[in-house]
């Protein structure tokens, strides 16, 4: 019999953590060890959970929220998955929350068949990312070659995509037209086969690209 993968709830809302437990207890290939209401209670708990091997982490918490929870968590437990949970398709919270050290990032509302199988992802390959970047982006993370590939000023521009400025404000930083900085975008996303912006920051990070 396969061996279950245990994982931990860190959610402050008692109704969706209590829900989504119910959901996941339907599922044989998991056991819950432990919910949690915000980090420092993670924290509290974690000690005598040491073997989960993944968390599901909310964003916005009281008392300490999932950015400052997952940095923790990558100091002290870096060999635990950190799958992050938000109710918004927020792209600058997704980016922070990859910088941060999540593994990989789901709307609250996406199905539970759909979270079994970042799950199992997540635990097979090390990292998902819901369906805002293509597939293949876990493939490029393990290919390097397409880096060599991008120019000297794609580089500074992926760079520049990992923080919150807009893209007319990177344009007027690298002191080139908002065309330019498009044109660098979609030149991007072409050879790496990415989709959006968040998917460019995952890739810069998996790849030591973009310096956090």
């Known amino acids: 019999m396969q061996e279950k993968i245990k994982i931990a709830l860190v959610d402050d809302h008692t109704l969706f953590r209590s829900g989504l437990a119910s959901l996941l207890s339907e599922f044989e290939e998991i056991t819950i060890a432990f919910e949690a209401t915000n980090g420092i209670d993670?924290?509290?708990?974690?000690?005598?959970?040491?073997?989960?091997?993944?968390?599901?982490?909310?964003?916005?918490?009281?008392?300490?929220?999932?950015?400052?929870?997952?940095?923790?968590?990558?100091?002290?437990?870096?060999?635990?998955?950190?799958?992050?949970?938000?109710?918004?398709?927020?792209?600058?919270?997704?980016?922070?929350?990859?910088?941060?050290?999540?593994?990989?990032?789901?709307?609250?509302?996406?199905?539970?068949?759909?979270?079994?199988?970042?799950?199992?992802?997540?635990?097979?390959?090390?990292?998902?990312?819901?369906?805002?970047?293509?597939?293949?982006?876990?493939?490029?993370?393990?290919?390097n070659d397409s880096k060599d590939t991008l120019t000297e000023k794609e580089l500074v521009f992926l760079q520049h995509c990992s923080t919150e400025l807009t893209y007319k404000e990177i344009a007027s930083l690298m002191n080139v037209s908002p065309r330019t900085v498009d044109n660098y975008r979609e030149s991007l996303f072409a050879k790496l086969n990415l989709k959006s912006r968040t998917g460019l920051v995952v890739y810069g990070i998996k790849n030591n690209l973009i310096k956090i």
């Not at 100091?75 to 918004?88: D, E, Q, T």
């Not at 593994?103 to 799950?119: C, F, H, P, Q």
């Open 42 to 143: 993670l924290q509290a708990k974690i000690k005598h959970h040491e073997d989960i091997q993944l968390i599901l982490m909310d964003i916005n918490m009281p008392i300490m929220d999932g950015f400052t929870a997952t940095k923790w968590m990558k100091v002290n437990y870096p060999a635990i998955y950190i799958l992050a949970l938000s109710m918004f398709e927020d792209e600058k919270s997704i980016i922070n929350m990859i910088k941060a050290g999540a593994n990989g990032y789901m709307l609250k509302e996406s199905k539970s068949t759909e979270l079994l199988v970042a799950i199992k992802t997540m635990i097979e390959k090390g990292f998902y990312i819901n369906e805002l970047v293509s597939g293949r982006l876990l493939v490029s993370m393990k290919n």
